[in-house]
């Protein structure tokens, strides 16, 4: 009889040992616990939620996410983002074969620049789900081919940052975007849906002067006067101007920076310019060097390190950092979506008063 008391005071000793060494795993880590034949198992069990790597189109209405796990999407569907009581549109999903990848067919057509919400739950295997609204931008069967041009980092309330394009295709730019790495991706300018013509400069204005409200008309139509001319903002009645919304008139573009122009809803890089006023060792901003990654990834410029990019040491307000190869780039015929390599060697700093918004630039590099 004391033998048997002695292994029941056995087992219950191990029991208590084991459960104060699965009380503190529990504590640690998320785990659970299965009784086997051979005792007690501890089970990981995984409460990561899943996430969504990337989410653009694929075809004219066909959507695509790719999560960081196999999931299953439930609950889908589609609407217009301004309309919150409209027509909520269903969905057609399929998977690849790990499904990490789904396709949404869409129901519906959508309209080219209009803004619309994909929402629904991505669950993963252990039950972990994600819920998620995904905006994005009605599909553009015909963008245009735009690089960047000429670049003002240097400029005030009364005299904005810009960014000059030149346009090497016509199409329509509803979709496109301009991100900066200093200024971030919330901020990422967003082209309004306007058709532009081969042979035009775009220059997007960084800052509004309330002083001249007459001067900060988005010229969206064919009207290219419709801005007032101002010498300080540097309109072009001969060229497209547009602005971007900047409610306290920050500086926008740093002297350092890196600038890409994306389609897909910031998920494809279409042309990117990495410039340098020569006092950094490396980027100063976590999206710049992502962006400058993501260039090189791309084929457009050479090199992602600072070193490597254009030399904008030198800047202000009337000396701006140039592309000297458009005219060689504009004797080509270019597809929606061609990628054009770039490098330092294509961009330096021009004369005092050689800035040119809309217009040729000029090919006088400054010297001190």
Not at 175 to 181: A, E, P, R, V, Y
Not at 209 to 226: H, N, Q, V, Y
Not at 305 to 333: H, M
Request: proline share 3%; glycine share 6%; hydrophobic share 35%.
């Amino acid at each position: 009889m004391k033998k048997v008391q002695n292994f029941f005071s056995v087992i219950r000793y191990a029991l208590a040992c084991t459960g104060i060494c699965v009380g503190v795993l529990f504590v640690a880590a998320p785990f659970s616990c299965k009784l086997t034949e051979e005792g007690i198992e501890i089970v990981s069990v995984d409460k990561t939620v899943p996430q969504i790597l990337s989410f653009d189109f694929k075809q004219r209405s066909t959507l695509e996410i790719v999560c960081s796990e196999p999931v299953t999407l439930k609950e889908v569907q589609f609407k217009k983002a301004d309309d919150s009581g409209g027509t909520a549109y269903e969905v057609t999903v399929s998977y690849n074969e790990t499904k990490t990848a789904a396709e949404i067919a869409l129901s519906a057509p959508t309209e080219i620049g209009v803004q619309y919400d994909l929402t629904g739950v991505a669950e993963d295997l252990n039950g972990n789900s994600l819920t998620f609204s995904l905006p994005f931008t009605g599909y553009n069967d015909n963008p245009p081919v735009l690089v960047f041009s000429e670049i003002r980092s240097e400029g005030t309330a009364k005299t904005p940052e810009f960014v000059e394009l030149y346009v090497l295709k016509s199409g329509n730019t509803a979709g496109l975007q301009i991100t900066g790495g200093y200024d971030g991706k919330e901020k990422s300018y967003s082209f309004p849906m306007t058709e532009v013509q081969k042979g035009e400069y775009i220059t997007v204005h960084f800052r509004h002067d309330s002083d001249t409200p007459d001067s900060c008309i988005d010229e969206t139509g064919s009207d290219l006067a419709l801005a007032a001319a101002d010498s300080k903002n540097n309109n072009c009645n001969t060229a497209r101007d547009l602005w971007a919304a900047n409610a306290d008139n920050s500086a926008r573009i740093q002297k350092t920076d890196v600038l890409v122009l994306t389609s897909d809803n910031g998920n494809t890089i279409l042309d990117a310019v990495l410039f340098s006023d020569g006092t950094k060792t490396e980027w100063q901003k976590a999206l710049s060097k992502e962006l400058a990654a993501k260039a090189v990834a791309k084929g457009i410029w050479q090199s992602a390190a600072i070193t490597d990019a254009a030399s904008n040491a030198g800047a202000t307000t009337t000396r701006t950092l140039c592309r000297q190869n458009i005219a060689a780039l504009a004797e080509a015929t270019y597809e929606s979506g061609a990628i054009i390599p770039t490098s330092a060697a294509d961009w330096f700093v021009v004369k005092t008063s050689g800035d040119t918004p809309g217009k040729q630039n000029s090919s006088e590099k400054y010297t001190e």
